[in-house]
């Protein structure tokens, strides 16, 4: 991926968004995928799936893992209640830095909160740093190869609860076969897949994948 985008999209959301209005950063980030270059944001058409879903679980205590330039945090925190807060889990310091920048811009600084770190290496402790028990909600969208990997350490850590809804990313494109098929086949999952296109893109096939929880 162009490691140069995350400095090229702060400086144009610095350049052109209203600073404080969230709604408009994110519409100011997407028109800029369309129209200049893409990104591995959810984006707009896939971000209205994730927002659904995220209405209907209405969580106090979210977690995402994969924050990238925090264009999925923002989307999730201008749909947050009062006294709700999202987690977000970056292992990029370059990305967890924009991400910062963009978020704090948006005014969104006090809901977010970047934890900066591999996530095994983050999950472990999260409980008692963050001062939560379970998550209502969890949005994955890091390395596609660690989905399975991470899902399994949320279940063992005892971080999701009954009813926990699990919205994974790019389940067609690039795609995590082995994350399908575990919550697919498990019978502590009710799935459910929500077809759509890979991000400012019109032809290329995407996904997203709901589970919740049901131990
Ligand atoms: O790697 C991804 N995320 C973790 C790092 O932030 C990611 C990649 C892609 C993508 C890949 C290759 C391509 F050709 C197009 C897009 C898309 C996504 O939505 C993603 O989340
Ligand atoms: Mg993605």
Redesign the pocket.
Known sequence: ?DEEFPPRILDHVMKNAIKGDVTNVIDVIDKYCWSVE?A????DV?GAILDKSFLEASPKNVLEI???CGYSALRMSRLLKEDAKIFTI?A?SQ?ADVAQEIISFAGMEKKVQILRGLSDEVLPTIAEKCGVRTFDFVFI????ELYKRDLIMLENLGLIRQGTTIMA??VI??GCPDYLEYVRNSPKFECTNYPSK??Y?EN?E?AMEKSIYLP
């Open positions: 991926h893409i591995m944001n959810v984006g896939k994969g924050c990238y970056e990029s990305y969208d890091h390395a596609k990313d790019n494109f690039p890979l991000e893109c290329r995407d």
